[in-house]
C-alpha cells in the first residue's frame, strides 16, 4: 500500500533499547550502583533505575531516600572531594570528564 512505512517500521514500534540516551543511563545506573554496593548504600537506593524523558533523553531516577542516606552520601562526596576527586571542563564541547583512578572507565 501507498500509505505503508518505509522499512516496515512506524513511530508505534519504537522502542528504548533503540535509544542512544537509553544505554547512556543504563551504563550510568550500573556505574552508581556500583559505586553503592561498594559503598553498602545498595538498599538505601530502591528507586535507582535508568529512565528516558519524553524527548528520549537518558535520565537516572535517584528517588527518595531517608535523611540518614542523604548525609552517608553527602559525607562520601566531601571525602571525595578531599581525596582528590574533581570534575575538569572540556572547553570545546563543554562534557565533564572524570579525573584520577575513574579516567579510563567506558
Given at each position: 500500500m501507498a500509505d505503508e512505512p518505509i522499512g516496515g517500521?512506524?513511530?508505534?514500534?519504537?522502542?528504548?533499547?533503540?535509544?542512544?540516551?537509553?544505554?547512556?543511563?543504563?551504563?550510568?545506573t550500573t556505574a552508581l550502583r556500583d559505586v553503592l554496593v561498594r559503598a553498602g548504600l545498595?538498599?538505601?537506593?530502591?528507586y535507582l533505575r535508568a529512565d528516558l524523558n519524553a524527548f528520549g533523553h537518558g535520565?537516572?531516577?535517584?528517588?527518595?531516600?531517608?535523611?540518614?542516606?542523604?548525609?552517608?552520601?553527602a559525607e562520601l562526596l566531601r571525602l571525595a572531594l578531599t581525596?582528590?576527586?574533581s570534575r575538569d571542563r572540556n572547553d570545546?564541547?563543554?562534557?565533564?570528564?572524570?579525573?584520577?583512578?575513574?579516567?579510563?572507565?567506558a
Open positions: 517500521r512506524d513511530s508505534a514500534a519504537w522502542s528504548p533499547l533503540d535509544s542512544d540516551g537509553w544505554y547512556a543511563a543504563r551504563n550510568a545498595e538498599k538505601d537506593f530502591p535520565l537516572v531516577e535517584l528517588g527518595r531516600v531517608s535523611p540518614d542516606t542523604a548525609e552517608r552520601l581525596s582528590g576527586f570545546d564541547d563543554h562534557e565533564p570528564t572524570i579525573t584520577e583512578e575513574h579516567k579510563g572507565r
